[in-house]
């Protein structure tokens, strides 16, 4: 999206993650687990969302099988999608002018080369953007939902009364 963008050049240093073993153990850290749920592993990364004290956990291994759920809560219709290509998960209202829309991947890809389809109007919409692109809702932004990435357990001693979206092997 943004091809002038600078990043930091770390001339060759720094090239593994130093909290691989982290992600990997069972210890959580310092102030543990207050809430213990075995619904996921504790270190399972989860996309989580909270409106009006309504709240629901997306784990990214499910969403790595379906990358595209349409879902509501707390009585609001949501698109969740996941780009599989870097774990990108982002939350957005789907509906437009009243009217609760549908989304299908139509095609997988990373940054601005992932689209998805309402199937109401077959709208193409830029998925990392939430812009409709083509179709007769061009021009549309859906709304975005605040969503943020959290450990499983993590989300879970924050929302205790959390709902999961589970997938068949999640």
Request: aromatic share 10%; charged share 25%; hydrophobic share 35%.
């Given at each position: 999206?943004?091809?002038?963008?600078?990043?930091?050049?770390?001339?060759?240093?720094?090239?593994?993650?130093?909290?691989?073993?982290?992600?990997?153990?069972?210890?959580?850290?310092?102030?543990?687990?207050?809430?213990?749920?075995?619904?996921?592993?504790?270190?399972?990364?989860?996309?989580?969302?909270?409106?009006?004290?309504?709240?629901?956990?997306?784990?990214?291994?499910?969403?790595?099988?379906?990358?595209?759920?349409?879902?509501?809560?707390?009585?609001?219709?949501?698109?969740?999608?996941?780009?599989?290509?870097?774990?990108?998960?982002?939350?957005?209202?789907?509906?437009?002018?009243?009217?609760?829309?549908?989304?299908?991947?139509?095609?997988?890809?990373?940054?601005?080369?992932?689209?998805?389809?309402?199937?109401?109007?077959?709208?193409?919409?830029?998925?990392?953007?939430?812009?409709?692109?083509?179709?007769?809702?061009?021009?549309?932004?859906?709304?975005r939902i605040p969503s943020p990435l959290s450990?499983?357990?993590?989300?879970?001693?924050?929302?205790?009364?959390?709902?999961?979206?589970?997938?068949?092997?999640?």
């Amino acid at each position: 999206m943004h091809p002038d963008t600078l990043a930091l050049d770390k001339r060759g240093r720094y090239q593994f993650d130093r909290y691989t073993g982290y992600y990997l153990g069972r210890d959580i850290g310092v102030t543990g687990e207050t809430n213990y749920d075995t619904r996921l592993h504790s270190k399972a990364l989860v996309v989580g969302v909270d409106i009006d004290g309504h709240t629901k956990a997306y784990p990214l291994s499910g969403l790595a099988k379906q990358p595209v759920v349409n879902d509501t809560v707390g009585g609001r219709d949501i698109l969740v999608f996941l780009e599989r290509g870097t774990d990108t998960a982002l939350v957005y209202e789907r509906q437009v002018d009243g009217r609760p829309l549908t989304f299908e991947i139509q095609r997988e890809g990373v940054g601005t080369q992932a689209l998805v389809r309402d199937l109401e109007t077959s709208t193409t919409w830029t998925a990392l953007t939430g812009v409709a692109t083509d179709g007769p809702l061009q021009g549309t932004v859906l709304a975005r939902i605040p969503s943020p990435l959290s450990f499983w357990f993590a989300w879970n001693d924050w929302n205790p009364e959390t709902e999961l979206f589970l997938t068949e092997g999640n």
